[in-house]
C-alpha cells in the first residue's frame, strides 16, 4: 500500500506547479516524521520548506542530510491555521519568502505523525476577517525579531498560563519613549535600576520574569531593541472601539488604542481563550490560538 504521506505531497506539488506558488511548507511534528522525510525523493525538491517544533532534537548531522530550508516554529499545540500564520512570519524573518509569495501548506494535526490537509496561500491579499492577516508593514518593522520573541512567550502564557491558572496581559514593543509618556506606573517597576544587557528579552532569565510579571495589572512595555521597560504599566491613550473589536475587552481596546496614539505594535494575550491578537496602528493585524486544552488547569 502506497503511503497516504507521499501521495499528500505529491498533489501538492502538483498544486504548486498549476497555481504558481514560490514553497511547499511541509509541517511535522516528530524526529520519526522527518526521519521518514530524510529517506523520501522529496528531500532533492527545491521548493520544500520543512517547519518543524522549535525544541525538536534532531542531530545536526541529520539535517545536513538536507538541503531544504527548515523553520523551527512554537512548539506548542496551535489551531491549524494558527501553525499556518506562525511560520510565514518567520519564513519572511528568515528571507525563505517574500510578503507577496505564493504558498502550499501540508499539515495534518498538532502533535500527529498523518498529513490530511492542504491549503493555498497568496500572501499578496488579506485573510478573512476570521482570520486576521494584514502583517505588511509589522514585517517592515525594524523591531519584527523582537516582536516575534515576544509572540513566543504570548504563545505559551495563552497556552499555559501561569502557575495552573489562566491569566491576560498586554505587552508593548517599540517606540517606547512615547509608550512610556502615554502610560503610567500601577506598581513599582520591577525592570527600574537594571542595567539594560540584564533586561534583554533574549535572555531565558527575562523571559521567565515576564511570564511571571504578566500577572500584574497593566502592560509590560519593551523597546524596539528588546530591552524589557517597564512591567504593570497602565495606558492612559483612549481605548478605541471599532467593528473589527466587537466582543473584545478593555486590554484589547486599550492595546488598539496605545498603537493608535504611538508606533508601537502590542501583543495581546486573551484571558478567557488564549487567542494572541496583535495590534498596529489601532487595527488587528494577526491572530494566532494556541489550543488551550493544553493549559495546566
Same mark, same amino acid.
Given at each position: #500500500?502506497?503511503?497516504?504521506? $507521499?501521495?499528500?505531497?505529491?498533489?501538492?506539488?502538483?498544486?504548486?506547479?498549476?497555481?504558481?506558488?514560490?514553497?511547499?511548507?511541509?509541517?511535522?511534528?516528530?524526529?520519526?516524521?522527518?526521519?521518514?522525510? !530524510?529517506? +523520501?525523493?522529496?528531500?532533492?525538491?527545491?521548493?520544500?520548506?520543512?517547519?518543524?517544533?522549535?525544541?525538536?532534537?534532531? *542531530?545536526?548531522?541529520? #539535517?545536513?542530510?538536507?538541503?531544504?530550508?527548515?523553520?523551527?516554529?512554537?512548539?506548542?499545540?496551535?489551531?491549524?491555521?494558527? *501553525?499556518?500564520?506562525? &511560520?510565514?512570519?518567520?519564513?519572511?524573518?528568515?528571507? @525563505?519568502? +517574500?510578503?507577496?509569495?505564493? @504558498?502550499?501548506?501540508?499539515?495534518?494535526?498538532?502533535?500527529?505523525?498523518?498529513?490530511?490537509?492542504?491549503? %493555498?496561500?497568496?500572501?499578496?491579499?488579506?485573510?478573512?476577517?476570521?482570520?486576521?492577516?494584514?502583517?505588511?508593514?509589522?514585517?517592515?518593522?525594524?523591531?519584527?525579531?523582537?516582536?516575534?520573541?515576544?509572540?513566543? %512567550?504570548? $504563545?505559551?502564557?495563552?497556552?499555559?498560563?501561569?502557575?495552573?491558572?489562566?491569566?491576560?496581559?498586554?505587552?508593548?514593543?517599540?517606540?517606547?519613549?512615547?509608550?512610556?509618556?502615554?502610560?503610567?506606573?500601577?506598581?513599582?517597576?520591577?525592570?527600574?535600576?537594571?542595567?539594560?544587557?540584564?533586561? #534583554?528579552?533574549?535572555?531565558?532569565?527575562? @523571559?521567565?520574569?515576564?511570564?511571571?510579571?504578566?500577572?500584574?495589572?497593566? &502592560?509590560?512595555?519593551?523597546?524596539?531593541?528588546? &530591552?524589557?521597560?517597564?512591567?504593570?504599566?497602565?495606558?492612559?491613550?483612549?481605548? @478605541?472601539?471599532?467593528?473589527?473589536?466587537?466582543? !473584545?475587552?478593555?486590554?484589547?481596546?486599550?492595546?488598539?488604542?496605545?498603537? *493608535?496614539?504611538? &508606533?508601537?505594535?502590542?501583543?495581546?494575550?486573551?484571558?478567557?481563550?488564549?487567542?494572541?491578537? %496583535?495590534?498596529?496602528?489601532?487595527? %488587528?493585524?494577526?491572530? !494566532?490560538?494556541? !489550543?488551550?486544552?493544553?493549559?495546566?488547569?
Amino acid at each position: #500500500m502506497k503511503d497516504h504521506r $507521499l501521495i499528500i505531497i505529491r498533489n501538492a506539488l502538483d498544486l504548486a506547479d498549476a497555481t504558481g506558488s514560490r514553497k511547499l511548507f511541509l509541517f511535522l511534528n516528530s524526529r520519526s516524521d522527518v526521519r521518514w522525510f !530524510l529517506k +523520501t525523493r522529496h528531500i532533492r525538491h527545491d521548493s520544500i520548506v520543512l517547519v518543524i517544533p522549535s525544541d525538536l532534537l534532531i *542531530r545536526a548531522a541529520e #539535517m545536513k542530510q538536507t538541503p531544504v530550508p527548515v523553520i523551527r516554529s512554537w512548539a506548542g499545540n496551535q489551531t491549524r491555521f494558527s *501553525r499556518i500564520k506562525y &511560520a510565514f512570519l518567520h519564513a519572511v524573518l528568515q528571507g @525563505v519568502i +517574500t510578503i507577496e509569495s505564493k @504558498v502550499i501548506c501540508v499539515l495534518g494535526p498538532s502533535g500527529k505523525s498523518h498529513l490530511d490537509t492542504i491549503t %493555498i496561500h497568496d500572501l499578496t491579499h488579506s485573510w478573512s476577517e476570521d482570520f486576521p492577516f494584514e502583517v505588511h508593514s509589522l514585517i517592515k518593522n525594524p523591531a519584527f525579531p523582537i516582536i516575534m520573541a515576544t509572540i513566543d %512567550i504570548a $504563545l505559551d502564557i495563552g497556552a499555559l498560563g501561569r502557575e495552573g491558572k489562566s491569566i491576560g496581559t498586554t505587552f508593548i514593543i517599540g517606540d517606547e519613549q512615547n509608550v512610556l509618556d502615554a502610560s503610567h506606573q500601577l506598581v513599582f517597576n520591577p525592570f527600574k535600576g537594571y542595567p539594560k544587557k540584564e533586561r #534583554m528579552i533574549t535572555r531565558p532569565e527575562v @523571559v521567565e520574569s515576564i511570564k511571571e510579571l504578566a500577572q500584574l495589572d497593566g &502592560a509590560i512595555v519593551i523597546a524596539a531593541d528588546g &530591552a524589557v521597560e517597564a512591567a504593570g504599566r497602565n495606558l492612559d491613550a483612549g481605548r @478605541v472601539s471599532t467593528k473589527n473589536l466587537r466582543g !473584545l475587552g478593555s486590554r484589547h481596546r486599550s492595546a488598539a488604542g496605545i498603537t *493608535r496614539k504611538t &508606533a508601537a505594535v502590542a501583543v495581546v494575550v486573551s484571558e478567557s481563550t488564549g487567542k494572541v491578537t %496583535i495590534f498596529e496602528k489601532g487595527n %488587528i493585524v494577526a491572530t !494566532l490560538e494556541p !489550543l488551550i486544552s493544553r493549559r495546566l488547569v
